[in-house]
């Protein structure tokens, strides 16, 4: 079946330092989604990208969305402890109503 | 505007019982997805509703599982009979339209134990 590998599954980070995580899939997307999880609380979705190359920006969050639309990245400038959470992209294939999930990157921030 | 609303937040309950979650999506919303999260298997789509109809239950574990939606405004998801290995985050979720291209709005989710 089609698959979204998202990386890493998780990242350290200093308050203050840079995150990003990435999805990748070996065919083609139709779009993707980015949806963030706090600790115990539900996905919130967040952006979705459609375009070849796409870049989007909400504050310190910018979402690209890759040439060949097989790949996606989300990228915290300067992380925040309200950051804390796990960032889950969320794809589909043609216009059908599943999406895939990717398994999600926790961000942690360092004490 | 009310979100997704699912209850109960919390269900503990012994193996064996019978287990009803309930969600009632946001009104005017067409699509209705189910989910379990743990984890070891992450977020994982159990079933989805179309228009009230079932479109996929390829996600519900095994027969154990049973889901209905009877109306637009409310749909639930029951285990008979439970075992441990249910123990999950169960999420329902909604959105406009038949396709993937719109974004899903989850309820709070029922955290299910049962021992």
């Known amino acids: 079946g089609q698959q979204v590998m998202q990386i890493p599954q998780y990242q350290h980070v200093q308050e203050g330092e840079d995150f990003t995580t990435y999805c990748n899939s070996s065919?083609?997307?139709?779009?993707i989604q980015w949806y963030k999880q706090r600790p115990g609380g539900h996905p919130v979705f967040l952006i979705q990208?459609?375009?070849s190359g796409e870049v989007k920006k909400q504050k310190r969050l910018t979402f690209q969305f890759g040439e060949a639309k097989k790949n996606s990245s989300l990228h915290i400038t300067a992380t925040q402890t309200t950051d804390v959470g796990t960032y889950f992209c969320?794809?589909?294939?043609?216009?059908?109503?599943?999406?895939?999930w990717g398994a999600g990157t926790k961000l942690i921030i360092k004490p | 505007d009310a979100g997704v609303i699912q209850s109960p937040r919390h269900e503990v309950t012994e193996m064996g019982q019978e287990v009803t979650l309930r969600c009632k999506p946001i009104?005017?919303?067409?699509?209705l997805f189910w989910y379990r999260q743990t984890m070891m298997r992450g977020l994982e789509l159990l079933i989805y509703?179309?228009?009230?109809?079932?479109?996929?239950d390829s996600g519900m574990p095994e027969d154990r599982f049973s889901a209905k939606m009877p109306n637009a405004s409310f749909s639930t998801l029951k285990i008979q009979p439970s075992e441990p290995r249910d123990s999950a985050v169960y999420f329902c979720?909604?959105?406009?339209?038949?396709?993937?291209?719109?974004?899903?709005?989850f309820g709070d989710g029922t955290r299910l134990s049962i021992l």
């Open positions: 979720a909604s959105s406009f339209g038949a396709y993937s291209n719109q974004p899903q709005h």
């Open positions: 969320a794809s589909t294939w043609d216009s059908n109503y599943q999406l895939i």
């Open positions: 509703f179309n228009n009230n109809v079932p479109i996929d």
């Open positions: 065919t083609t997307l139709s779009n």
């Open positions: 990208l459609v375009k």
């Open positions: 009104s005017g919303h067409n699509s």
